[in-house]
């Protein structure tokens, strides 16, 4: 695959960090929707490099400074878009951060940012645990 060239779709990142000798996952949350927390990403177009983008849509919605070496595609989800009924990819991908004090301020301040134990996503139909 050229890194270079992909095609647009949707890009979700679940980011894993250890916080105080436990795994956690980072969830955001948009006030302005009710559907609750999520995990990072959005819409995207081709441009640039892939990782940079990634690594762009990281650090404007938590601040989170990533080890781009440890992400790794876990799954392709095709869905149709509500817009216009085009088919869209939605490219799930892990990444490992690193540790809190090595992150910045997001850019993005409407979001709020979140950890969550990673334990606490097995314990359905139980919310995952905020940490």
Known sequence: MNVE???QGVI???IGVKYKGRDCHVLIQDPKRPEGFSWVGGFFRPRGSFYETIEEIVKYQTGAK???KTLRLKKIVYSRSAVNNRWLANYCFF???HGLDMWLTPRN???KVALF???SFM???QPPAKV
């Open 95 to 97: 990444v490992d951060a």
């Open 123 to 125: 314990e359905f139909p």
């Open 5 to 7: 060239h992909y095609a």
């Open 109 to 111: 301040t409407d979001f």
């Open 12 to 14: 979700s990142v679940q």
């Open 66 to 68: 990533v080890d781009l």
């Open 117 to 119: 134990d990673t334990e």
